[in-house]
C-alpha cells in the first residue's frame, strides 16, 4: 500500500525536495526495513562538487568520521576526492576502493602507533600533530612525512565545538614545528577547525586570522610552509536555516586572499556537509505511554543506534506518516528502542499522533548517525541504503 507523508510548509524550506520525493519512492517501491539510512545519490554529488568550489586553490578530503560507509565513500571516490581519516579502520575500507595514499590525509592530531604504522606502510604522507610525543611517534613511525599543526581556536556559535580536545597557542606551536624539524619531519602548515555545525561565520576570520600569525613566525624562523587546512565545520539544516555552502567559501576566500600568497594550498574537511542532508533515516513507532511528565513516543532508532547526537544538542525534524488512524498534532517526549532512560531522543516535539507500526522520516540525518551507532541492547544499526 502506497504510504502517505505530509510535509508541512514549514519544513519543505528545510529539506531538499528531490532527496524527499527520492525517499518516498524507495518507500513504495520496497519492502523498507526499519531503522535504515537512505541517502540521495544525488544530494551527495551536489554537495561535493560544490564543496571548494569557491576557495582558491583548493582541495577537499571528506571527513569520513562523519559516515564511513562503503557506498558513501565509492560515491566520493568517484568524484576523485580526498578523504581525511583517523583510524586503521577507516584506511581499510578506503584500501577496499583502492583509493591512492596521495588522496588519504590524517587530521587526527594524536593518532595510535598502531595507525600510524600502516598508514605509514599504506604511503600515506600528511599528518596532523599538536604535541611534543605526536612528533616522536611520527619520526619514529613514519620518518621524513608531511606534518601540519593545529591551532587551538574558538569554536562559539558550533553546535558541536572540538576545540578543549587539540590544538596549541601560537607560541608552542612554532615549538612544536621546530621539534618536528629537528626530528626530521617536514612541518608543511597549519590546520585548525572551527567546530562542527558553526554557523558563526567570524569563526573563520579567527582562525585565519591565527594562522597566517603563525605562517609569518614559521617563515621567520626559516620554515617553509605550503599549507593551509581549514578543516570542516560547514553546517547542514535540521531545523532551521543556516549558512550556505556559497556564502562560507565566498567569506573565507576573501579571508585567504587577503593574508595569503596564491601558491598557498587550501585543504578543506567537510564531514557533515557532504552527507547530512542527503540522508534521511526511516524509523517505525513502537509505542507510546501518557507518562506524569508528558505523552510518550517510542521509535526503533534512538541515542544508542543512530541518533546519538541528539545528546550533544542536535535537533532533527521529522515526520510521521498519515493513515487514517492518524491523531491530532500533540507534543511528545520521543525516545529510542532500547531499555535505558538515557535512550530519549528530544523531549519536545510536535507531530499528529501515529499508530505503532506506522513510518516516522527522520530528516538530515546522513552524518554522525550510522557512524556513531551501537548495537547496545541488542537493537540493530541502520542499513545504509544509496538511491
Ligand atoms: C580533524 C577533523 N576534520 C574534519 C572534521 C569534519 O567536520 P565537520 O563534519 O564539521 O565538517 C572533523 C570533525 O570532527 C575533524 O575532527
Redesign the pocket.
Known amino acids: 500500500m502506497v504510504k502517505t507523508f505530509k510535509i508541512e510548509q514549514s519544513l519543505a524550506r528545510i529539506v531538499d525536495k528531490s532527496t524527499v520525493l527520492k525517499v518516498l519512492n524507495y518507500i513504495d517501491s520496497n519492502a523498507v526495513k526499519t531503522p535504515c539510512l537512505v541517502i540521495s545519490g544525488d544530494r551527495l554529488r551536489r554537495n561535493f562538487n560544490l564543496l571548494g568550489s569557491g576557495i582558491r586553490n583548493s582541495k577537499v ?1 571528506y ?1 569520513v ?2 559516515n564511513p560507509s562503503i557506498e558513501v565513500l565509492r560515491v566520493i571516490d568517484e568524484l576523485g576526492g580526498g578523504f ?1 581519516i ?1 583510524s586503521e579502520g577507516e584506511l581499510r575500507v578506503l584500501a577496499r576502493l583502492g583509493v591512492k595514499p596521495d588522496r588519504i590525509i590524517s ?3 594524536v593518532k595510535t602507533i598502531t595507525f600510524i604504522k600502516e598508514a605509514a606502510a599504506y604511503g600515506i604522507r600528511h599528518y ?1 600533530f599538536d604535541s611534543y610525543t605526536e612528533v616522536e611517534k611520527l619520526a619514529n613511525h613514519c620518518p621524513g612525512c608531511n606534518v601540519y599543526i ?1 591551532l587551538s581556536i574558538p569554536n562559539e556559535g ?1 553546535e ?1 565545538p ?1 576545540s578543549k580536545k ?1 590544538g596549541v597557542e601560537l607560541d608552542e606551536a612554532l615549538q612544536i614545528m621546530l621539534e618536528a624539524k629537528r626530528q626530521g619531519l617536514n612541518p608543511c602548515g597549519i ?1 585548525f ?1 572551527v ?4 554557523n558563526n561565520i567570524y569563526n573563520w576570520n579567527i582562525a585565519i586570522d591565527k594562522a597566517r600569525l603563525l605562517y609569518t613566525k614559521a617563515q621567520e624562523a626559516g620554515l617553509h610552509l605550503s599549507l593551509l587546512d581549514i ?5 547542514v539544516k535540521y531545523t532551521k536555516d543556516v549558512l550556505g555552502i556559497d556564502t562560507i567559501e565566498r567569506h573565507i576566500d576573501g579571508l585567504i586572499g587577503e593574508r595569503f600568497t596564491d601558491d598557498v594550498s587550501i585543504l578543506i ?6 552527507v ?1 542532508d542527503a540522508g534521511i533515516i526511516i524509523a517505525s513507532v513502537t509505542g507510546k505511554a501518557d507518562r506524569l511528565d508528558g505523552k510518550w513516543l517510542y521509535i526503533d532508532v534512538g541515542v544508542f543506534n543512530g541518533l546519538m547526537e541528539s545528546v550533544g544538542g542536535i535537533r532533527y525534524s521529522y515526520v510521521v506518516e498519515t493513515t487514517p488512524h492518524t491523531g491530532r498534532e500533540r507534543n511528545w517526549i520521543l525516545a529510542g528502542p532500547s531499555c535505558d532512560s538515557f535512550d530519549v531522543i528530544d523531549r519536545n516535539v510536535s507531530l499528529i499522533e501515529p499508530q505503532v507500526g506506522d513510518l516516522i522520516l527522520i530528516f538530515s540525518a546522513g ?2 548517525t550510522t557512524s556513531y551507532a551501537s548495537e547496545f541492547n541488542g537493537f540493530t544499526i541502520p542499513d545504509t541504503v544509496i538511491v
Open positions: 578530503f571527513a568520521k562523519a581525511e583517523s587530521s587526527n592530531p596532523a593545529r558550533s558541536w572540538l587539540f590546520t577547525h567546530g562542527s555545525q558553526c578543516g570542516g565545520g560547514y553546517p574537511e567537510p564531514g557533515r556537509v557532504v547530512g552524518a554522525y
